[in-house]
């Protein structure tokens, strides 16, 4: 079997989830016999990619993956010419669109990879109200597009399954459940003490998104925090401007970025807590890597949240401060606990399952 893989995430958005979650498809595709892997991309003129990957002869940024002209001129003008010369037997896109334009090489099988539908589902942070409405006409176009010519349809929770069959019922039967992978941070813990944080802190990591829900979070805990000293400070992940203004200087609130993943692996260790408080969320990465350092976690109801965090750890209303704080407040005088049953749920989204999944998809495509 010939398997192509689309690796425009990778290489413009390594850190991001969607990227990573490409180099764990690359990992997990060539690792399987019988298999030649390809990889299919843009890059820019001198870029070492073009060394191991078939690139169109014209450059593109590194950060062009959205670019609707650089896309279009890829995904109807380089990629199905491509896909036919290679002789490939499966095609896979995964960064919710994608997908090639007409006209579609003889024999090839589509997959696309559907993180979320949060593209078309819920508002997305954009520099102007011009670009948020071109994107959500492209995005509208692309991923409906995708959807409908896609063999199958490969999602990381039962949550993104259930949205595409509600968005687009008439695809359900092409929609597949493949948990992402959540390898370990790093072999070693780089030192954090530079961060100068506190002793006692909980985490939360991401801010950018409005359905991260991150301001109606900061309100709970300093509301809680005025009612129970015991409330540990609080330290984002993520760009500070991303905060409304007036939260950008709270007491207490700790604010970085620009993370190796080894000072992350010790941030996720010596953190009391992590919390989740999404109103939606795809799959929930930081949940299932907190987890993975034996940290205890608390998420919001709702979303993929339900299925990648353990039975037991406490969950909450992303609409309902009040029973937030109080929560809070409740968590605060409690010891850490958690470690090796944490560490024991994470391992079921680890690479030895992410791999035995992805050789399943794909020998069901072989008939």
């Known amino acids: 079997m010939r398997v192509a893989l689309d690796y425009r995430p990778a290489i413009s958005f390594p850190h991001s989830g969607i990227g990573r979650q490409t180099l764990a498809l690359e990992g997990a595709i060539a690792a399987l016999p019988g298999v030649e892997l390809q990889l299919f991309s843009t890059a820019p003129a001198e870029h070492p990619l073009r060394q191991r990957a078939r690139c169109p002869d014209w450059p593109s940024p590194l950060q062009g993956v959205h670019r609707l002209p650089l896309r279009l001129r890829f995904e109807a003008g380089f990629l199905p010419r491509a896909l036919r010369e290679q002789r490939i037997d499966v095609h ?78 008439a695809v359900r039967d092409k929609v597949r459940v493949l948990p992402n992978l959540v390898s370990d941070l790093a072999d070693s813990v780089e030192s954090i003490d530079a961060l100068g944080l506190p002793p006692r802190y909980w985490l939360a990591v991401g801010i950018r998104e409005p359905r991260k829900n991150i301001p109606w979070f900061i309100e709970a805990w300093q509301a809680a925090r005025r009612q129970c000293a015991a409330v540990p400070e609080l330290v984002l992940v993520g760009a500070r401007e991303e905060l409304p203004q007036e939260q950008r200087q709270v007491a207490g609130l700790h604010v970085v970025h620009g993370l190796s993943d080894a000072q992350l692996r010790a941030l996720y260790q010596r953190a009391e807590r992590l919390w989740q408080p999404a109103y939606a969320e795809g799959f929930g990465l930081p949940v299932v890597e907190a987890l993975g350092q034996g940290t205890p976690v608390a998420v919001a109801r709702g979303s993929a949240l339900d299925e990648v965090a353990p039975p037991e750890a406490p969950r909450f209303d992303p609409r309902d401060g009040a029973a937030l704080s109080r929560l809070m407040e409740t968590l605060a005088q409690e010891a850490k606990g958690a470690g090796i049953a944490s560490k024991e749920w994470a391992a079921r989204f680890a690479e030895a399952p992410y791999r035995a999944n992805v050789a399943r998809l794909l020998e069901e495509l072989r008939s």
Do not use: C, K
């Open 92 to 169: 896979v896109s995964n960064f919710n669109m994608g997908l090639p334009l007409p006209p579609r090489p003889p024999g090839v099988r589509y997959v696309l990879q559907l993180h979320d539908l949060f593209q078309l589902t819920h508002r997305n942070r954009h520099a102007t109200s011009l670009r948020a409405m071109v994107y959500g006409v492209s995005d509208r176009l692309s991923i409906g597009y995708s959807v409908r010519v896609a063999d199958r349809i490969w999602t990381p929770s039962q949550f993104t399954a259930d949205e595409v069959a509600r968005y687009f019922p």
